[in-house]
């Protein structure tokens, strides 16, 4: 258990961080007698018959009084807690280590007797009904040495250093930022190592809150059953003593952070280790207090919503750590009837709320601001089913509200069996060398200063996330516009081969036989185009990693450092960096997926207009034409003339030339690719909104032809997700328009969005969306009624041919009468 113990810490363990040389060298005989006496305990404490306080509890006594010195009990106390982290939090994790001739030999068991397997996989997943109490914290394994430790050392001093010890490291875990990766798709997700880096610091921070919990609780246990009369007397002497860890600060900074996926759970196990006395305490009862509102905002929030400040899977993990501590003996259940009637005030309706009162009370008492993140650690697709498992003991199959009166809490219990992977097979050789690299590697940081490993791991990180952007801005964009090249000939080559008729028919069954009819040739070249990509990555990519790696290490780390040292951290470096590049590969590159939703966008443009290839070999060159760069600066210019001054110098002459050269850029210029096309598309949307802002009397018949002619040319519609006709109304342009403060402008732009509509730039399902979307937020009563004018002028004379059509008429129609009919109540009516 115990084969890895707390190295030598340069920063910290040499003789200038003790007092005395007496003291240094006391304290080497202090960490020797520590190691033997838990080398004892792990032979000895399953012996039948052996009793922790005899065999150990005079030598732990003897061990701590060697030197009655601050300094000793620091570091004896630091000791303590490094160790405990280590044996169990490291260990556990290296245990879970699985070759893959395991996971085969796990695979082949379904061919053994394929019934009884069924059987089993039904006990893991099938939840056992079980009406009894929730069990308290438990300190299984090696945990139970370092509690008996405590139990039995009798000595204040320790206890003191080793309470301080563990606040500030709890403080330093939950002040721990992660942050999503940025070489993955979405704004939410992280990468492997960020996950286990959260596993880690959350199991941390959970044992350490738990033994701190015995530590503080431990000279209020009672072994009989304590009576009301005491409970109050105790009360009414300890309400004016407050704890040394400062559970209300974390808490609300954990609201306004939008970390309570991290804070939460490590306050739970602390509480669940206080006696009932102290849980009763006017500090404690806001704790528990705010706990609740938390869990009630939570069960209120709609976590579908896009602006939801907490994912599903955060939300869920919450609800059931907090559920699990809502059960506990020791928890004041009388309090509920207080909270529910209190948590129905309107700051405390949602996290939304709650976030922005607290922040609201936190700027009232400090000058510090709380800096947005771009995604808070509560919105990061980072809760995963092994941090479930782990926080949740056991697993509510449902969650409910407090109902009644609030006395009681209704939760279904269920008894599971969880899977826990088994090393079936000793390690193979080539996981055993990994296994042993990585505690060589440990071993190396354990001999440097702690910057060393943090340079390391900065330079790897940085140095991964530069060689996926060079893959995506030079390898993956070539090899995507050369599979396309090569798929435009083969789609040629196929429609010329159909019959005239079949060229002209545009239904739905012609679109899908021609795409069966391309399938073979699409995969085959997704295939190529895929392996080719990845033989580049894999020739090129190490190449520059190493060099980039190399000039980081060199210029970081500090000039004193040897050679040697800096050539194994430029190694660690390198494997850490290629571990996260390959992992982007397989994820993003292994796939045929990219290559193939190119090519069906392809086709789509193909019957979209009528033509089998829309590509820039086809479209004629006019070297006079303005370039898209050019374009993008015009049109920037514009718009910051009309931001800056109302555009008082802009002309309608010089309007209709920048959409004249704006055409010819679409039309006329073989080089355009589709990126600066599509900033092009964004740029000339947000120039005509500017216009009917702040330069409305430009906004003339003749200039909307013309930005109509543009977007018509350039096919904008509404059948792509990513179309900008698909946020015309989004909340930005509505705050856009409401600058000027014109009421005039709105009917005006109703009328713009009508001919949208008639020539089929925009449609009605897509309107009537963005409309729906803007009930979401709340917009001032005079805002909606110009909105309601604007979407009345947009639907006038609005023609429906068909069924479908007719019921998005009458949908905008009623947006626009609830529009104008809306009231909101003022915020103290709420």
Not at 284 to 294: A, F, G, P, V
């Amino acid at each position: 258990m115990g084969e890895i113990n707390v190295s030598f810490q340069i920063d910290t363990d040499n003789r200038e961080n003790f007092s005395s040389t007496i003291s240094f060298h006391t304290f080497k005989k202090q960490r020797d007698a520590f190691y033997d006496i838990l080398r004892i305990w792990e032979e000895n404490h399953l012996v039948p018959g052996w009793v922790f306080q005899i065999a150990l509890g005079g030598k732990i006594r003897s061990m701590l009084a060697m030197h009655n010195d601050c300094s000793n009990y620091y570091h004896i106390a630091r000791l303590f807690k490094s160790q405990l982290l280590i044996s169990c939090i490291q260990n556990r994790h290296q245990d879970d280590v699985v070759d893959d001739e395991s996971l085969n030999f796990l695979k082949a068991l379904k061919h053994v007797n394929p019934e009884k397997l069924t059987q089993l996989s039904k006990r893991f997943v099938t939840p056992l009904p079980s009406q009894s109490q929730s069990v308290g914290p438990s300190f299984p394994g090696m945990q139970e040495f370092f509690k008996d430790f405590i139990l039995h050392a009798f000595n204040p001093i320790f206890y003191t250093h080793l309470e301080n010890c563990f606040v500030h490291e709890i403080m330093e875990l939950n002040d721990t930022q992660f942050a999503n990766s940025e070489i993955e798709d979405s704004e939410t997700m992280v990468d492997d190592q960020t996950q286990q880096n959260f596993i880690t610091c959350l199991a941390s921070l959970r044992l350490l809150a738990k033994v701190l919990g015995l530590l503080i609780s431990l000279p209020y246990r009672s072994e009989s059953n304590t009576t009301k009369e005491i409970i109050m007397t105790q009360i009414e002497i300890r309400s004016k003593v407050l704890p040394s860890l400062n559970l209300q600060a974390c808490l609300q900074n954990a609201i306004i952070e939008g970390k309570l996926s991290l804070t939460i759970p490590w306050i739970i196990k602390y509480l669940a280790m206080m006696d009932i006395v102290s849980l009763r305490l006017p500090y404690y009862k806001q704790i528990l207090e705010l706990l609740y509102y938390i869990y009630h905002a939570i069960n209120q929030t709609d976590l579908t919503a896009p602006d939801c400040l907490i994912s599903q899977q955060s939300a869920v993990l919450l609800k059931s750590s907090l559920c699990w501590l809502f059960e506990l003996s020791n928890f004041p259940r009388d309090f509920y009837i207080v909270w529910q009637k209190t948590c129905k005030i309107k700051e405390l309706k949602s996290l939304k709320q709650m976030e922005k009162f607290f922040e609201k009370k936190k700027n009232s008492h400090s000058v510090d601001c709380v800096i947005p993140v771009k995604s808070s650690l509560d919105k990061l697709d980072i809760i995963t089913d092994r941090t479930m498992r782990m926080c949740c003991s056991r697993m509510e199959s449902t969650f409910s509200l407090f109902h009644g009166n609030g006395t009681n809490l209704n939760i279904n219990s269920n008894k599971h069996i969880t899977p826990v992977t088994s090393q079936l097979r000793r390690l193979g050789g080539t996981t055993r060398a990994k296994h042993l690299e990585l505690q060589l590697e440990e071993a190396f940081f354990h001999g440097q200063p702690a910057s060393t490993r943090k340079t390391v791991d900065f330079v790897s990180e940085r140095v991964a996330s530069t060689c996926v952007k060079h893959m995506c801005n030079t390898l993956l964009t070539s090899s995507r516009e050369a599979n396309l090249n090569s798929f435009r000939k083969i789609l040629k080559h196929k429609h010329i081969e159909k019959d005239s008729d079949e060229q002209s028919e545009l239904s739905k069954n012609y679109f899908n036989e021609f795409k069966v009819l391309l399938a073979s040739d699409m995969n085959t070249l997704a295939n190529n185009a895929s392996r080719e990509l990845k033989d580049q990555c894999e020739k090129t990519i190490p190449a520059i990693c190493e060099t980039r790696v190399a000039a980081s290490i060199e210029s970081l780390l500090a000039e004193d450092s040897l050679t040697a040292v800096k050539e194994m951290c430029i190694k660690i470096a390198t494997r850490i960096a290629m571990e996260r590049i390959n992992q982007w590969i397989q994820s993003h590159i292994a796939g045929d997926s990219l290559f193939i939703k190119d090519m069906e966008l392809e086709i789509n443009r193909f019957f979209r207009n009528n033509s089998p290839v829309h590509s820039k070999q086809e479209k004629y060159h006019n070297m006079d034409a303005p370039n898209p760069t050019t374009m993008m600066d015009e049109l920037r210019g514009l718009i910051w003339h009309m931001l800056d001054n109302n555009g008082i110098d802009l002309t309608i002459s010089s309007v209709l030339s920048t959409l004249d050269k704006l055409y010819q850029s679409f039309n006329q210029r073989d080089d355009l690719l589709p990126g600066p096309q599509k900033v092009l598309c964004y740029l000339s949307i947000d120039f005509a909104l500017f216009l009917v802002a702040y330069r409305m009397d430009l906004f003339t018949r003749e200039v909307q032809d013309k930005l109509i002619k543009v977007w018509l040319s350039n096919n904008l519609r509404n059948d792509e997700d990513d179309s900008p006709m698909r946020r015309i109304l989004c909340s930005r342009n509505i705050m856009l328009l409401m600058q000027p403060q014109n009421d005039a402008l709105w009917p005006i732009f109703g009328k713009f969005l009508k001919r949208l509509l008639e020539t089929k730039i925009l449609d009605g399902d897509s309107l009537s969306d963005q409309c729906v979307a803007l009930f979401r937020q709340d917009w001032p009563v005079p805002l909606l009624k110009l909105l309601s004018k604007c979407l009345s002028e947009a639907i006038e004379g609005y023609k429906a041919n068909d069924e479908a059509t007719e019921k998005v008429k009458y949908l905008l129609g009623w947006i626009a009468e609830t529009y104008h009919e809306i009231e909101f109540c003022d915020d103290d009516e709420l």
